[in-house]
């Protein structure tokens, strides 16, 4: 996530360097999401039969390839190139999470999702900065160095991480099966016990799907504030998840489970999400988004756990391939939702348009859960 960090707010700027614009920039994301949609679920059956590590080092490979292909790019056709290999192989996320469900109990599975999602969050903040600095040395630079760190980390999981799924956890239907997108998506939906959860993951990530790309917008509209205010403001957003994932989580996950985690986390995104919306001075914004940073908090990672638990050790990389299919969904539909929204209806609208689907995702959250448990959430 660091290599990937570093890369992400720059691929821009490598469109641009080949007389590209801000389309095609675009067009880049959209294509790489595209193709998640389908590399997801695949990728995910495979480790579910063939074992966690080995397809985990072949991502690696591949997102490795990627970045070095952008660092020596001298044409459109390379970078588009280059983002397609990496979301075909680019399932790290994924497979990662199914080692963790592969080596936590029940108990710890969630605190097992959120540790790994701290990394996550800790790359993703650190690697802007770093790709910013690399940048003063040239373009190449940064994509460069990703590189060296994509390859390193699949030299030091060749040599050091044990498999975590033995062969008699491993899934033993025909290969046909496994490069059949359609039947490995679909399988994880008709799964009754999970379905309305992934429905909660799919509305929970729509939220916020789109806010990323629209706040610079947002903020420069309602604000003022210049592209340095931002970066600043994206720290302060990422030090409130390390803050959440860090200390907060494991603390109130021992104490009340995922059970109330998951209402409560996603009550604290309805609101957050309005007081983005209802910000009428720049103050008003820092409270608004620590909110928000509670509710993603705690709610993903014990909606993860929760899933996970209900679906057999040999379908958790199809698990999880399923909720990366569900992610580039919603990162296909949720900027542009959000940036429709912005131009026709208001410029507060994309964060109410997100209090709303949290809103939803909610009442889903707690229908499902009393479904479960007749008594009442507990």
Known sequence: MLGYGIMLPLLPFFVQAQDGGAAIAGGLMSMYSAIQLVSGPILGALSDRYGRKPILLLCLFGTGTSYLLLGLANSLVIIFLAVFIDGLTGSNLTLAHAYVADTTTAENRAKGINYSQLAFGLGIMAGPILGGLLSGYGLSTPALFASFLTFANAAFGFFFLPESLSPDRRE?????????????????????NIQRFLVVLFLLNLAFAGLQTNFPLFSNARFGWTPAQNSYFYLYVGLCGVIVQGILFSKLQARYGESKLIPAGLFFMVIGLAGMAFAAEAWMIFPAVAIVALGTGISIPSLTALVSLRVPDSEQGRLMGGNQTLLALTNIFGPTIAGISFDVIAISAPYWLGSVFSTFALIVAIMSLRRNNPEGIT
């Open 172 to 192: 033993s239907k025909p290969l046909s099966q496994v490069f059949s997108w359609a039947g490995q998506f679909t399988s994880i939906f008709r799964q009754k």
